[in-house]
T-cell receptor, first 113, second 112 residues
């Protein structure tokens, strides 16, 4: 089945700096790549997603890039703010595995003022 | 308001005592699933359902059961809970394979 690796597991940046989280996947049939943000005591919430026919997508301070050849995708957060502090999960869905969303192990991001 | 509702939010139980965690969504979504979240392991899928009366195993199904008798509900059943099932559980629903999955608030289960 699909295997999603996520790095780093923890990331600390200063307010205003950029943060980058990287994920790789194993199944070349994967075609949907969402990113979720999980705040303490809450369920994960979608922040951005990208489909396999697109190489990059941006939404204000957040962007995601996808390299299908290398089978990796990345989350970029610019001008970080303390409220960006949370756990971020990447995921991949393969057309071969039905509905299953396979998640990375998560990155704990801390933005210090 | 579109939402996925899980109950209870917190549960402490003893080994072997059957329990059910309920999940309900109000978005008429076809796909629903259960995940468990453990430190260092991320989110792992337990079971999923692609429609009423259609369920399938995820990555960690042992010790769990599910049912999907109605489109909106997808309960998770632990027939004989054990301490290794102590975890944070999330229910999620989505309309299509390439659309957003909505997660519930989570159920923190402790089995002693």
């Amino acid at each position: 089945g699909e295997n999603v690796e996520q790095h780093p597991s923890t990331l600390s940046v200063q307010e205003g700096d950029s943060a980058v989280i990287k994920c790789t996947y194993s199944d070349s049939a994967s075609n949907y790549f969402p990113w979720y943000k999980q705040e303490l005591g809450k369920g994960p919430q979608l922040i951005i997603d990208i489909r396999s026919n697109v190489g990059e997508k941006k939404d204000q301070r957040i962007a995601v890039t996808l390299n299908k050849t290398a089978k990796h995708f990345s989350l970029h957060i610019t001008e970080t703010q303390p409220e960006d502090s949370a756990v971020y999960f990447c995921a991949a869905r393969s057309g071969n595995s039905g509905y299953a969303l396979n998640f990375g192990k998560g990155t704990s991001l801390l933005v210090t003022p | 308001e579109a939402q996925v509702t899980q109950n209870p939010r917190y549960l402490i139980t003893v080994t072997g005592k059957k329990l059910t965690v309920t999940c309900s969504q109000n978005m008429n979504h076809e796909y629903m699933s259960w995940y468990r979240q453990d430190p260092g392991l991320g989110l792992r899928q337990i079971y999923y359902s692609m429609n009423v009366e259609v369920t399938d195993k995820g990555d960690v199904p042992e010790g769990y059961k599910v049912s999907r008798k109605e489109k909106r509900n997808f309960p998770l059943i632990l027939e004989s809970p054990s301490p290794n099932q102590t975890s944070l559980y999330f229910c999620a629903s989505t309309q299509g394979l390439s659309t957003e999955a909505f997660f519930g608030q989570g159920t923190r289960l402790t089995v002693v």
